[in-house]
């Protein structure tokens, strides 16, 4: 019999009290009666399926939703001094929220997971809280250190949540769903720009109030890899259905954003994921070259092949590869004098904003940290990022069955990460820090379970000689 009728009589008590007030309100006043009767009818199915939500996630994974969707509604102040500022953002309220009632539930005690991904963050923190004594500008420095401790925060949280597999899963489709809905926001900016969307793309103004195309971009390549994991991953017809939706709506964001590192990454990462991997089924390969096949499409009948001339075009290119390499130069000339402590955690921006008068990042993982945390805090880096990569190695290659496309989608996502991070400031917001180490967090559970699943089951003791059975 059909879960349905039953799902929808949840809704009975709901509609005893909003139909009687919609029917006054339409009786007495036919104008706006349809609005508001419209209205509580959008309101009573949200809280239904936040109800439903909340049953199916539990208190703790509720929050975990709340915390990744906040990420969506951007900066909620600012904090200034001497021309600087340091953004506050609403996930920073939902964060706030979550740690007070989970210390209160847990008698303030702390659980934090044994993960090598935390292990290695925590002495990487240190040394960078410990470069706010030499940062040129303290505030700036504060801040980035304010991001990466939010980002703590939500990986021991989501490490914590992440108990079992199911619950990993989970946490992987809060992470692609997010992404669809970034997605979604940035098609509506696109369609409603003033200089129409084929220029607006062009120009790369698809923007987000909170972040700019190439930034967005580094969050829908970590999703993009999952969703497909997820389709493989999915036993009924309609979650695969859902998934594929999730993947079309987030490769469309990606495409959109225009982000050469971008679209780099995510063709690399599929390619060395699931194009060089025999032990795989043969969906996610067909899916890949869907993908691919959509891409060239669009470059050959869209209006979108202008867009993609104008971006490779080698005007477009030779500057690029020219700022990067004065981005490049004045790093390696500050690490020169600065080998040791740097010149303090995000602490280039500042000194970047010579070059053409606005802040911005060296645009590359290793130098960044090289030049902002002196030579340990790069080692401290790169051992944090590759703990980051073992653990994802360890879900590809633990990963059997109706798990092998998902555990090929995680190593994708760590590898996109990691190629963006080349050409691209991916890992400067405090919005990817939070989705990665979420990612991290689920990663590492379903390492573990698939691990666990995949060791022989103890034999029975041989019995001692000469017993009697």
Same mark, same amino acid.
């Given at each position: 019999?059909?879960?349905?009728?039953?799902?929808?009589?949840?809704?009975?008590?709901?509609?005893?009290?909003?139909?009687?007030?919609?029917?006054?309100?339409?009786?007495?006043?036919?104008?706006?009666?349809?609005?508001?009767?419209?209205?509580?009818?959008?309101?009573?199915?949200?809280?239904?399926?936040?109800?439903?939500?909340?049953?199916?996630?539990?208190?703790?994974?509720?929050?975990?939703?709340?915390?990744?969707?906040?990420?969506?509604?951007?900066?909620?102040?600012?904090?200034?001094?001497?021309?600087?500022?340091?953004?506050?953002?609403?996930?920073?309220?939902?964060?706030?929220?979550?740690?007070?009632?989970?210390?209160?539930?847990?008698?303030?005690?702390?659980?934090?997971?044994?993960?090598?991904?935390?292990?290695?963050?925590?002495?990487?923190?240190?040394?960078?809280?410990?470069?706010?004594?030499?940062?040129?500008?303290?505030?700036?420095?504060?801040?980035?250190?304010?991001?990466?401790?939010?980002?703590?925060?939500?990986?021991?949280?989501?490490?914590?949540?992440?108990?079992?597999?199911?619950?990993?899963?989970?946490?992987?489709?809060?992470?692609?769903?997010?992404?669809?809905?970034?997605?979604?926001?940035?098609?509506?900016?696109?369609?409603?720009?003033?200089?129409?969307?084929?220029?607006?793309?062009?120009?790369?103004?698809?923007?987000?109030?909170?972040?700019?195309?190439?930034?967005?971009?580094?969050?829908?390549?970590?999703?993009?890899?999952?969703?497909?994991?997820?389709?493989?991953?999915?036993?009924?017809?309609?979650?695969?259905?859902?998934?594929?939706?999730?993947?079309?709506?987030?490769?469309?964001?990606?495409?959109?954003?225009?982000?050469?590192? *971008? @679209?780099? /990454? !995510? #063709?690399? $990462? =599929?390619?060395? &994921?699931?194009? +060089?991997?025999?032990?795989?089924?043969? %969906?996610?390969?067909?899916?890949?070259?869907?993908?691919?096949?959509?891409?060239?499409?669009?470059?050959?009948?869209?209006?979108?092949?202008?867009?993609?001339?104008?971006?490779?075009?080698?005007?477009?290119?030779?500057?690029?590869?020219?700022?990067?390499?004065?981005?490049?130069?004045?790093?390696?000339?500050?690490?020169?004098?600065?080998?040791?402590?740097?010149?303090?955690?995000?602490?280039?921006?500042?000194?970047?904003?010579?070059?053409?008068?606005?802040?911005?990042?060296?645009?590359?993982?290793?130098?960044?940290?090289?030049?902002?945390? *002196? @030579?340990? /805090? !790069? #080692?401290? $880096? =790169?051992?944090? &990022?590759?703990? +980051?990569?073992?653990?994802?190695?360890? %879900?590809?290659?633990?990963?059997?069955?109706?798990?092998?496309?998902?555990?090929?989608?995680?190593?994708?996502?760590?590898?996109?990460?990691?190629?963006?991070?080349?050409?691209?400031?991916?890992?400067?917001?405090?919005?990817?820090?939070?989705?990665?180490?979420?990612?991290?967090?689920?990663?590492?559970?379903?390492?573990?379970?698939?691990?666990?699943?995949?060791?022989?089951?103890?034999?029975?003791?041989?019995?001692?000689?000469?017993?009697?059975?």
């Amino acid at each position: 019999m059909s879960r349905w009728p039953a799902r929808l009589g949840a809704l009975k008590p709901v509609a005893l009290v909003a139909g009687p007030v919609a029917g006054a309100v339409v009786a007495t006043d036919p104008r706006w009666g349809p609005l508001i009767l419209a209205a509580v009818g959008a309101v009573t199915v949200l809280g239904w399926a936040g109800v439903r939500c909340a049953r199916a996630l539990g208190v703790h994974g509720m929050w975990m939703a709340l915390l990744l969707l906040s990420i969506l509604m951007g900066q909620m102040g600012s904090l200034g001094a001497e021309g600087q500022s340091g953004r506050v953002l609403w996930a920073d309220a939902v964060i706030g929220i979550g740690v007070v009632c989970a210390l209160v539930r847990g008698r303030m005690v702390v659980r934090v997971p044994d993960a090598p991904f935390l292990r290695a963050l925590i002495p990487f923190l240190a040394w960078g809280a410990a470069s706010m004594l030499v940062a040129r500008d303290p505030l700036t420095a504060i801040a980035e250190f304010k991001e990466w401790m939010a980002a703590l925060i939500v990986a021991i949280a989501a490490a914590n949540y992440a108990s079992d597999a199911a619950r990993a899963r989970r946490l992987l489709g809060i992470v692609a769903i997010t992404a669809a809905l970034m997605s979604v926001h940035m098609l509506l900016v696109a369609l409603t720009s003033p200089v129409g969307p084929i220029a607006a793309i062009m120009l790369k103004v698809v923007d987000l109030p909170w972040g700019r195309t190439n930034y967005l971009a580094g969050h829908l390549i970590l999703a993009i890899p999952i969703a497909i994991g997820l389709i493989g991953q999915s036993t009924q017809a309609r979650e695969r259905v859902g998934w594929t939706a999730v993947l079309v709506v987030t490769f469309t964001g990606l495409v959109l954003s225009m982000s050469r590192g *971008g @679209i780099l /990454g !995510l #063709l690399v $990462a =599929l390619v060395v &994921a699931f194009g +060089l991997e025999r032990r795989q089924a043969a %969906a996610p390969r067909l899916i890949v070259l869907a993908l691919i096949g959509v891409a060239v499409l669009l470059y050959a009948v869209s209006p979108l092949r202008t867009v993609l001339a104008e971006r490779l075009g080698s005007a477009s290119l030779n500057y690029s590869a020219s700022e990067r390499l004065d981005m490049y130069r004045l790093a390696w000339q500050q690490f020169v004098e600065h080998p040791v402590f740097g010149i303090g955690i995000n602490n280039f921006s500042v000194v970047a904003h010579q070059l053409r008068g606005m802040d911005n990042t060296p645009h590359n993982f290793e130098l960044g940290y090289l030049v902002e945390l *002196g @030579i340990p /805090g !790069l #080692l401290l $880096a =790169l051992g944090w &990022a590759l703990a +980051l990569g073992r653990t994802a190695w360890r %879900a590809r290659s633990a990963s059997a069955g109706e798990a092998r496309t998902l555990g090929l989608g995680l190593w994708a996502a760590f590898i996109g990460f990691m190629v963006q991070g080349q050409v691209e400031p991916n890992i400067y917001g405090q919005q990817f820090k939070m989705l990665l180490v979420t990612v991290a967090a689920a990663t590492w559970r379903l390492a573990v379970e698939w691990e666990q699943r995949r060791m022989p089951e103890p034999s029975a003791a041989p019995s001692p000689r000469g017993s009697l059975s």
